[in-house]
């Protein structure tokens, strides 16, 4: 059977295959590709047949399904594809909280998550396909087994098998390899028994039991020749998300506790059973967060072929931050008056003709006499009109000095406060500039004054680690001269920023680094506000000076601190009514 014969056989199998799951599910007919090459580019790699989540569009390799002489199984195959559609994973947010959960599972074998969520996939899908619609899925794996060469074996792969083995009622080595000593033996039996059990009583809850079943093979993961060509060739949904990033749901909300992702409706929350699993504090606000290092490695199994680092940190910021985002400071502005109509008089001999309201004239009278019934609009100054506001642009500055650490590998307090009003500012219409400081050193700035939120933000999650503070004569860059439109000048930094204000470098050598300061509150004509990454008490002589200039003072260490400043902030600038 050639490839076209054997796309058209298959593809008049097609609705059958979908009847298998529920006539009511609708999917487009699958991709065919005719060699391996064509297959890559459909992201299909190492597979003979995948799914991809983004478009829900199954894809089949024509010709390695004939190398494994697969041919007469095409109900088998096209069912299983349409099983992770609407079964397991079924959607990009499952597939995620599915990954979550093998991780925890995999300490320090985080890496093989995306094979094992795959593997227990396979499981859940053929158990249902052999044993609830007749199908023949162990055949399938005979073939595939018959192609197999002697050494392609693995501890994982085997048991992987002698799982089937318990689900199908084989006997075993049907599928699996029956090792030759004794221990070893029983070690599969017993193991095999419980990862049979795990697919029969979560099949119907499946993310419950997705911790347990990557458990049982987790021993296995450090013995030696753990690759397989085999394992490898049933990856069908290794690559499912790629292209879908920002697809799944609040992605970057992975629970500190491994139950899967931590939202406005976790697992618990949508009737899914929480798992026991190893707890950890967690990183951010309430501690509910994985650590930024593990998200971006997180995010980078899940869309292994179109991870960008810079836009998955500058999500976790952002969504992070969504709950605390407050409405930006707004200068009210009063309207000028305006000239609005007060009624009608009457119009006289000798007044503009022009005047007339005729249809007020013709309304008092069908009789139309000059000077008896005619009449004339009246107008008059409002001067109580509604205020406007205009929203002022924002300077943003953060220290970018070691101590500050690296956003990408631990969260940091200060991005966090800085993405809060970043993203409030751009929200409301203003215009946004983000300098990073390590100085004496580095520095990193946005172009301008921009809109753009993804340009702010990859500056906020970047890093320099140079110097010891946010450089105040920085300041001069922009605020040398009193800006055309008012600007809020706002700093996140900790208390080395006031040894930068009483030793710091000197760009301008006609003025201390403190008059730089003063000068550029005074020519933003915005206000000021310094976020000190610190503590009350240390410098308070220098923060009184600060204070007394008119700069705004706030102290973030935990998210009680940054919650305070969110809702001083607020309150302050926009007055007890809001």
């Not at 050494?151 to 792969?157: F, I, K, L, N």
């Not at 629970?255 to 899967?260: E, H, L, M, N």
């Not at 006609?510 to 610190?534: F, I, M, P």
Request: charged residues 25%.
């Amino acid at each position: 059977m050639n490839g076209k014969e054997l796309c058209e056989a298959w593809d008049e199998r097609w609705e059958e295959a979908l009847g298998l799951w529920s006539h009511l599910v609708m999917m487009r007919s699958p991709h065919w590709c005719f060699s391996t090459e064509e297959a890559k580019t459909q992201g299909l790699e190492g597979s003979f047949a995948m799914i991809r989540l983004k478009d829900h569009r199954v894809v089949l390799d024509a010709s390695l399904i004939s190398y494994y002489r697969l041919e007469d199984f095409p109900l088998e195959i096209l069912a299983h594809e349409i099983g992770h559609h609407v079964y397991v994973p079924a959607n990009l947010q499952d597939n995620g909280r599915l990954l979550s959960l093998v991780r925890k599972a995999l300490t320090e074998k985080e890496s093989y998550a995306p094979q094992f969520m795959n593997l227990y996939a396979d499981h859940l899908i053929n158990y249902h396909l052999q044993k609830q619609k007749g199908l023949a899925m162990a055949e399938v794996y005979q073939h595939i087994l018959a192609k197999q060469k002697k050494d392609d074996t693995s501890a994982v792969w085997n048991l992987y098998l002698a799982v089937y083995e318990r689900l199908f009622s084989l006997k075993p080595g049907t599928l699996a390899r029956v090792p030759g000593k004794k221990t070893e033996s029983q070690r599969l039996e017993q193991d095999s028994e419980i990862g049979a059990q795990i697919i029969r009583s979560y099949c119907e809850d499946w993310l419950s039991g997705a911790y347990t079943y990557a458990s049982l093979y987790y021993p296995y993961l450090w013995e030696k020749a753990q690759e397989s060509a085999s394992i490898t060739l049933l990856l069908d949904t290794l690559h499912a998300s790629d292209g879908a990033s920002g697809e799944g749901g609040d992605l970057q909300k992975v629970s500190a506790d491994g139950v899967g992702m931590v939202s406005d409706h976790s697992i618990s929350g949508d009737g899914r059973t929480e798992i026991g699993s190893p707890q950890s504090e967690g990183e951010g606000p309430a501690q509910r967060y994985t650590s930024p290092c593990e998200y971006l490695d997180y995010m980078s199994q899940l869309e292994p072929g179109s991870f960008d680092s810079n836009k998955a940190l500058a999500r976790y910021y952002t969504q992070i931050a969504s709950p605390y985002m407050i409405p930006f400071p707004m200068e009210v502005m009063p309207e000028k008056e305006a000239i609005i109509p007060e009624g009608l008089e009457s119009w006289d001999i000798g007044d503009n003709p022009g005047e007339i309201d005729w249809f007020g004239t013709l309304i008092r009278s069908p009789e139309v006499v000059p000077g008896m019934t005619t009449v004339k609009k009246v107008y008059g100054w409002d001067d109580d009109q509604s205020p406007g506001q205009k929203v002022p642009d924002l300077y943003i500055g953060i220290d970018c000095s070691g101590s500050m650490g690296n956003p990408a590998l631990k969260f940091s307090w200060p991005v966090l406060a800085g993405t809060i009003i970043a993203q409030s500012a751009l929200r409301a219409g203003a215009r946004v500039k983000v300098v990073l400081s390590g100085e004496p050193g580095s520095f990193m700035e946005t172009r301008d004054f921009v809109k753009s939120r993804q340009e702010v933000m990859n500056v906020l999650i970047s890093y320099l680690g140079t110097g010891f503070a946010f450089g105040i004569p920085r300041l001069a860059d922009d605020f040398s001269r009193p800006r055309k439109e008012r600007t809020h000048i706002l700093l996140l930094t900790d208390d080395d920023i006031f040894a930068m204000l009483n030793d710091g470098p000197h760009y301008d050598q006609k003025h201390s680094t403190w008059e730089v300061a003063d000068k550029a509150l005074k020519n933003g004509g915005g206000g000021g506000s310094l976020v000190l990454y610190s503590e009350p008490e240390y410098h308070a002589k220098e923060a009184d000076r600060l204070k007394k200039e008119g700069w705004d003072l706030f102290y973030v260490s935990n998210d009680e601190e940054l919650s305070r400043f969110a809702k001083a902030f607020a309150r302050k600038k926009f007055g007890a009514k809001r």
